[in-house]
C-alpha cells in the first residue's frame, strides 16, 4: 500500500511564534552488536536523509499537525522521509528551538521552530518510500554522523541519544550480571508432598507443632511424577 507524504500547513501546530516541528534519530544495531566487549559508539548506526536541493544531510523531521500526537508525528516523519516504521522510544530526546534553513534572519520572529526529537529503533526499511525522487537516505557510524551535523542542535541531540543508549547498556549488562538462576524443577518438586493437583505441602522453619503450609502449585510441573 503506498503513503503520499502530507504538503502543505492548514494543520501545523503553533506555539507563539514557534512553528512546532517532530522528528527522530533512526537507528540499528551492528552486526557485531552481540560482541559484549564492543562499546556502545560501535554498535550503533544512524540512519540520516538528504534535504531537497541540498547535500547536506539530517534527521528525518516536519511539522507536527493538529490531528496526530508528536510521536505520531515523528514517525510518519521519519517514514516519508527516510523509508521506515519501528520502534519509538516515548520519552523524548529534547526540545531544541532553532530556525528554518530558509529563513536565518536572527532579528526576524519568522523561521523560528521549536522541535521534538525521538530515537526509533528500525525494525522495516522499505524499498519505496512517498519522498525518495527528493530525498536519499545513508546508514552512518556515531562519528561520521557528528561530523556531518550540519546544526548545533542537531549535534546536541545526538550527544543525548548516545547518552541515553550507554544508559540502557548498562542496564542491560547489569541485568545479565545479577539475573538469578531458576531454581532447577527437581529441586522444588523434591520439597514437596503432593495432595491435590493444584496444591502441595512443604515444610518451613516458621512452622510449629507439625502444622505443615499449603501452597499452590501449579500441576503442569508435578503431572509428569509418576502417581503411586
Known amino acids: 500500500m503506498s503513503v503520499e507524504a502530507r504538503t502543505g500547513r492548514l494543520r501545523q501546530r503553533y506555539d507563539n511564534n514557534f512553528r512546532l516541528v517532530s522528528g527522530c534519530i533512526p537507528y540499528r544495531l551492528t552486526k557485531d552488536a552481540e560482541d559484549e566487549n564492543e562499546d556502545t559508539q560501535t554498535r550503533i548506526e544512524v540512519l540520516m536523509v538528504s534535504s531537497p536541493n541540498r547535500s547536506d544531510l539530517v534527521f528525518p523531521k516536519g511539522g507536527w499537525e493538529n490531528d496526530e ?19 519509538l522510544n516515548e520519552k523524548p530526546l529534547g526540545i531544541w528551538e532553532f530556525r528554518s534553513k530558509s529563513k536565518q534572519d536572527l532579528h526576524s520572529l519568522e523561521g523560528g521552530c521549536r522541535g521534538y526529537m525521538f530515537s526509533l529503533e528500525v525494525t522495516e526499511e ?19 554522523a557528528f561530523q556531518l551535523c550540519r546544526y548545533e542542535w542537531m549535534r546536541e541531540a545526538l550527544e543525548k541519544f548516545m547518552k541515553v543508549m550507554s544508559e540502557e547498556r548498562k542496564v542491560e549488562i547489569t541485568e545479565e550480571i545479577v539475573e538469578p538462576l531458576p531454581k532447577p524443577v527437581p529441586d522444588v518438586i523434591a520439597e514437596c ?7 502441595c505441602v512443604t515444610t518451613t522453619s516458621s512452622q510449629h507443632h507439625g502444622i505443615s503450609a499449603i501452597i499452590p502449585f501449579h500441576w503442569q510441573i508435578l503431572k509428569r511424577l509418576p502417581l503411586t
Do not use: F, H
Open 69 to 87: 500526537t508528536v510521536m505520531e508525528a515523528a514517525c510518519r516523519e521519519a517514514l516519508e522521509e527516510a523509508g521506515v516504521r519501528g520502534k
Open 126 to 144: 522499505l524499498e519505496i518510500w512517498p519522498e525518495q525522487e527528493n530525498r536519499y537516505r545513508k546508514w552512518l557510524n556515531i562519528q561520521d
Open 193 to 199: 508432598q503432593i495432595v491435590s493437583s493444584n496444591y
